[in-house]
C-alpha cells in the first residue's frame, strides 16, 4: 500500500510538472482568460502535489507512525491542496472578469494540454480511489476528491477552447470564454473549501 501509494503521488508529481511550462509558453500565442486561468491552477495544483508527496513519505516512514503526528501532517498535506484549490478559482474570477475583451489569439496548445489532462487526471482519479478503498488513507482519499474536480475542470476547458476555436468571430465567444472560466472557478472553490472544511472536522475529532 505505502509503495503504491507513493508511487502513485510521484508519478502525478512527474506528469503535472511540465503543464505550467508548456502552458506558460502557449500563453505568448494565446491570451484566452480561460488559457491563463488555466496555467494558474495547474501551478497551484502542482504545488500542492509535491507537498502531499512529502508528507506521503514522511508519514509512512516509520512502520508505526506517532498517531497525532500523523494526523497533523495528514491535514496539513490536506489544507494545501484545498488552499490550492481556492487560491486558484479565486485567480480564475479576476482573471476572467478582467479579460473578457482582451484578444483571445491561438489557444489550440491548451486545447490539446487540456485533452490530455482530461484523460491522465480520470486515471490518477480512479488510481486513487481503489488505492484509498483497498486501505483508506486520508491524503490519497483528498488526492481523489482531487483529481476529479482536475477532471471535470479539464472538460470544461477543452469544451469552451473548442468553442473559441471553431467560432473566434463569433459575439458569443467572450461569453463562452467567461462562461468557462467561472464554471470552472466555482467548482475549484467549492471542491477546495470543503476540503478544508473536512481537515477542520478531523482536527477538531482529535483535539
Known sequence: MKQKGE???????????PGPLVLGIALLFGRSSTQIADFVRRTAELG??????????????????????????????NLSVGTAM???????????????????????PAMVIACLGVITNSFFWLRYRKLNREQ???????????????SIVDSCVVLSLAFITLAPASSLTGYVDLGGSVVVAGY?????AGTIRERQKTEAEHT
Open 7 to 17: 508511487r502513485t503521488l510521484l508519478a502525478s508529481v512527474l506528469l503535472s510538472s
Open 86 to 108: 481556492c487560491l486558484s478559482g479565486a485567480a480564475m474570477l479576476l482573471i476572467a472578469f478582467l479579460s473578457v475583451e482582451a484578444e483571445k489569439g491561438n489557444v489550440i
Open 136 to 150: 483508506p488513507n486520508a491524503i490519497l482519499s483528498v488526492q481523489s476528491k482531487l483529481y476529479l474536480a482536475k
Open 188 to 192: 475549484l472553490i467549492i471542491n477546495g
Open 48 to 77: 500542492a502535489l509535491i507537498v502531499s508527496l512529502i508528507v506521503f513519505r514522511i508519514v509512512h516512514k516509520d512502520a508505526e507512525p506517532d498517531p497525532e503526528r500523523k494526523i497533523r501532517l495528514e491535514n496539513l498535506a
